[in-house]
């Protein structure tokens, strides 16, 4: 439960991010956001969004505690609008190639799938969006440290940063109906039709 997700808002209620349930109990325990009721809007910082019992469905509980997840929290400083960038991270570019190989095209389960450096690290090839790809174990074992040429091997698409709205993971903010109205249309449209 604390490692799910919640929309994080700057202060004129523009979604800048998602952080873990984790992290957004601590700032509103700072007092750095409060949680948002999804339909009413409302605002509730720390003491009241604990004692009222607030309004969303999960809850964290523990010994001596006992309150709702928070789902979208809002900053109370303004928080800007940072240059969003998705993380490069092995997790995210097995999303991005949609849990499918990119030499062979089949999508065996997640943990038979590795990353492949397309120009080998050993001649050269830089570890990021440009030049990683998902692989499954044989075509991965099958190219070892060759480029695609001595290997005799294509692409099926070529390695690039995804063009996710906000920096945002498509798949994350169509799961989570509730973010859905603070969300803006394109990106609305962009993770329907991911």
């Given at each position: 439960?604390?490692?799910?997700?919640?929309?994080?808002?700057n202060r004129s209620w523009v979604p800048i991010s998602?952080?873990?349930?984790?992290?957004?109990?601590l700032l509103m325990a700072r007092d750095v956001a409060g949680a948002v009721h999804p339909e009413t809007y409302e605002v509730a910082n720390w003491a009241a969004w604990v004692l009222r019992g607030s309004f969303q469905a999960g809850r964290l509980r523990g010994i001596g505690f006992d309150f709702p997840v928070p789902e979208v929290i809002v900053l109370r400083q303004y928080g800007g609008f940072p240059e969003i960038q998705v993380s490069f991270t092995r997790r995210n570019v097995h999303r991005r190639d949609g849990y499918r190989c990119m030499?062979?095209?089949?999508?065996?389960?997640?943990?038979?799938l590795t990353i492949d450096h397309v120009i080998p690290r050993s001649r050269g090839g830089a570890h990021g969006w440009g030049n990683c790809v998902t692989a499954c174990l044989d075509c991965n074992?099958?190219?070892a440290d060759r480029n695609l040429w001595d290997a005799r091997m294509n692409l099926?698409?070529?390695?690039s940063p995804p063009d996710w709205p906000g920096g945002m993971d498509p798949d994350l903010l169509s799961a989570r109906p509730t973010w859905q109205r603070f969300l803006p249309e394109r990106w609305r449209r962009a993770a329907v039709s991911s």
């Open positions: 439960m604390l490692d799910s997700h919640a929309l994080v808002l998602t952080t873990t349930v984790r992290r957004a109990v030499y062979c095209g089949k999508r065996p389960h997640p943990d038979l074992a099958r190219k099926l698409v070529p390695p």
